[in-house]
């Protein structure tokens, strides 16, 4: 505790200072009597309901203000009396806690006590008195005769209240000693011996120094020697585990050769001689030095080999058998159709790989996958001024990939090369990390994946390890064939030619060979074509030698060009072709009936039969279809033979109606008269209406290959003669037809376009 040399006036000073700062339940009174804590809690609650605004502090002064304002109502007065009273009693209070500290040799607690109770109430002596008891002791000035009494009885009760506690520990030592607790007894007796040894003054009969020492050494002594025990009590227990382990481990061993034994027996005996070399070899794995199962293999392998080459004699015999079978039923002709599985010989192409594929077959290692995850897969943030050795150390702590920087990328490249100064403020992938670490460096360092390891090379050192690589690019230079369609247009009007339209040229559906070859030149690794790396196009096909890198790089380069080329567009239309047909016929013929065949007129004269019309196509005097002849519709006789009178028939057609695939005027309501009189007549009235209505629906389908031209035709053609030639010979002139063809139907001509 230290000590203040200062006056009693400082002293009071200080003190009251403190109270000033803090409010009087603040104070901490742990060892003080719980019904005086309730009675300060009171206290604090009342001094805030009297002065809200200004606290606690100087309540004289509040209480003064308080009276001055209202000293004549009855009401505040009997207020003031209750809170003086409440006032006393919280300076008793805090006496007895002041009293309490003083006992306890907490001076300065005691003065802070004793400030409070005489700031509640400064008429207190005892509360002056306390204070400067508890000043005096803290400075060690002014100790009056009764405070040096009081101090004397205060050390004498701590003096007894320690000794009682150092008894205690020994009691609690001697307690756990019985317990056999040893631990915690060597902690009690060297709790005591430590407190003898600050106050030597406490020690004597039952405590005694060398007592408790002696207990102290005694229960180290126990403590050690049970430790050591258990020690041995452990170590004797993991022995006995580890022997009865290996005596499982030993027996299990045993019956695992013994059952390998039996279960090879078991095979060999059912004629399984492979399946039994294949259980004696397991139990070599576990006894090599086995001899009984070194000689029961050799007499299964024998065994095998003997049934090996029986069925094989039984096989080729089968084998021969069915050969000759098959000669013998090849000269046979076969009555059906040949079918083909067409679904296996799909699965079959489906399965093969294209050629481009086959190059890099070799090329595929687990390690290398593995490693351009991690490259891929890793994230950060690139922010670096260092040299290319130190960023490959802090990318491989990164993807936990080894880095291995290769001798002239330490020792030939210069600082200034080496050296890479990145700054970006978003994640990227490590891969893409270095790759613009090799454009920083001018492709001066690669970073090549070999050997399960990521080097950090020269240009040099990474074009070591090239492969030859075959690329199918006829479907990007070569050309696709339009099939544009046959020009049909009607013969132009007003003397105006007709414009021929001009096909463009294309030299290849994407690229020509040379664009290609220097589409892939200037895109991917420029700089290494020309001194390492060869590339050309033969027949059709890419032909690529250089690293795996770039030829993974190439046939990327060839997918995305396909991209758009290998589109194939389906084309669906309809044609509707609506057709009505409608037919009226009515006509009527009139024929006379007298016969005057010598004069030229033909008739039937007397014979009084009906005319059969449209049965015999007859002859120029003699027609016998209607409407085809000039004869006359009728004939009048007189007496003599002198006058004739002839009439012409009406509504007669010239030419027939309708053709083999429209309507025709056959059918219909036909009736005859024949009138027998002096004026011999026949009448034909005949009648005829149909109507026909039919729809043709045309659907061509076309697939065309993008940017492709191509046609479809359905048509009917129908050859005419459109002209004569006179071809003129010795003695006559001959009319030499000139045929054409007219075609009906639709003319399909596309040439589809994918923007998108």
């Not at 109770?117 to 005096?136: E, K």
């Not at 209607?626 to 009406?650: C, K, M, Q, W």
Request: glycine share 6%; with cysteine; charged share 30%.
């Amino acid at each position: 505790m230290s000590t203040y040399r200062k006056s009693p006036l400082t002293g009071l000073t200080l003190f009251a200072l403190l109270f000033c700062c803090a409010s009087p339940e603040a104070y901490d009174y742990e060892d003080g009597d719980p019904s005086e804590t309730t009675v300060a809690s009171s206290k604090s609650t009342d001094a805030e309901s009297a002065d809200t605004g200004a606290g606690i502090s100087a309540p004289g002064q509040a209480l003064d203000r308080m009276v001055a304002q209202d000293i004549e109502s009855q009401d505040v007065r009997d207020e003031l009396n209750v809170r003086e009273s409440k006032r006393k009693l919280l300076a008793e209070n805090f006496l007895g806690l002041g009293d309490n500290a003083f006992q306890r040799g907490d001076w300065a607690g005691a003065a802070l006590h004793y400030a409070d109770a005489f700031q509640l109430d400064p008429s207190s002596t005892t509360a002056r008195d306390g204070l400067r008891r508890a000043q005096a002791a803290l400075t060690g000035e002014g100790v009056s005769l009764e405070s040096a009494f009081d101090l004397a009885g205060q050390h004498q009760m701590r003096w007894a209240r320690e000794r009682i506690r150092i008894e205690g520990l020994v009691g609690s030592g001697d307690k756990a000693m019985v317990d056999g607790d040893f631990q915690i007894a060597v902690t009690h007796y060297r709790s005591a011996t430590m407190a003898l040894e600050r106050s030597p003054d406490l020690a004597g009969g039952a405590i005694g120094s060398s007592l408790v020492a002696a207990k102290l050494d005694e229960a180290t002594e126990a403590r050690d020697g049970a430790a050591a025990a258990l020690r041995e009590a452990e170590a004797s227990a993991a022995a006995a585990d580890t022997a009865a382990e290996e005596e499982a481990r030993k027996l299990y061993f045993e019956n695992t050769i013994r059952t390998l034994f039996t279960e090879a027996d078991d095979q060999f005996s059912a004629g399984f001689y492979k399946k039994s070399i294949s259980t004696l070899d397991r139990l070599l794995t576990l006894d090599p030095q086995n001899k009984d199962a070194l000689s029961l293999r050799g007499v299964a392998n024998e065994a095998w080999h003997q049934q090996t080459e029986r069925n094989n004699t039984a096989d080729f015999r089968e084998q021969w058998k069915r050969t000759f079978e098959e000669l013998r039923t090849l000269a046979v002709p076969p009555r059906s159709i040949i079918e083909h599985d067409l679904d296996y010989w799909r699965n079959v192409v489906d399965k093969r790989k294209p050629l481009d594929e086959y190059a890099g077959e070799e090329e595929d290692d687990p390690t290398v996958t593995r490693i351009e995850n991690a490259l891929e897969t890793t994230r950060i943030e690139p922010r670096f001024d260092n040299t290319v050795e130190e960023i490959a150390d802090n990318l491989a702590a990164y993807t936990r990939v080894n880095f291995v920087i290769s001798r002239a990328v330490r020792e030939d490249l210069d600082e200034d090369t080496k050296t890479v100064r990145m700054a970006y403020n978003r994640p990227m992938p490590v891969s893409q990390i270095l790759r613009i670490i090799e454009d920083l460096t001018g492709n001066e360092v690669r970073f090549v994946i070999r050997n399960g390891v990521v080097n950090v090379v020269t240009t040099e050192e990474a074009n070591t390890g090239q492969v030859k690589g075959h690329y199918e690019v006829r479907d990007i230079v070569r050309k696709v064939q339009d099939f544009p369609a046959t020009e049909i247009n009607l013969a132009p009007s007003g003397g105006i030619d007709e414009v021929e339209e001009e096909m463009p040229e294309k030299e290849a559906t994407i690229l020509t060979e040379d664009e290609l070859l220097e589409a892939i030149q200037e895109t991917i690794e420029p700089d290494s074509w020309d001194e390492t790396g060869t590339i050309s196009i033969e027949n059709g096909t890419l032909i690529v030698y250089h690293r795996p890198d770039v030829q993974d790089r190439v046939r990327k380069l060839l997918e995305d060009l396909r991209q758009a080329a290998n589109i194939m567009v389906e084309i669906k239309v309809r044609f509707l072709k609506v057709e009505d047909s409608f037919l009226q016929d009515i006509g009527v013929d009139f024929r006379g009936l007298g016969d005057d065949s010598t004069s030229g007129v033909p008739g039937q004269g007397d014979s009084y039969y009906f005319d059969d019309f449209g049965d015999d196509p007859g002859s120029t005097g003699n027609p016998g279809v209607l409407g085809t002849g000039n004869d006359a519709g009728a004939y009048f006789r007189e007496s003599d033979d002198n006058v004739n009178i002839l009439a012409r028939t009406e509504n007669l057609y010239d030419t027939g109606l309708g053709d083999e695939e429209g309507l025709q005027g056959s059918g219909g309501f036909a009736l005859q008269y024949t009138w027998l009189d002096d004026t011999q007549l026949e009448m034909i009235l005949r009648a005829v209406e149909k109507s026909q209505r039919s729809e043709v629906v045309t659907r061509p389908k076309l697939m065309v290959y993008n940017t492709a031209r191509a046609n479809l035709t359905v048509s009917n053609q129908v050859s005419y003669v459109s002209d004569f030639d006179v071809e003129i010979a010795a003695s006559a002139a001959i009319a030499d037809p000139m045929v054409r063809v007219a075609r009906d139907g639709v003319f399909l001509d596309v040439r589809p376009v994918v923007t998108a």
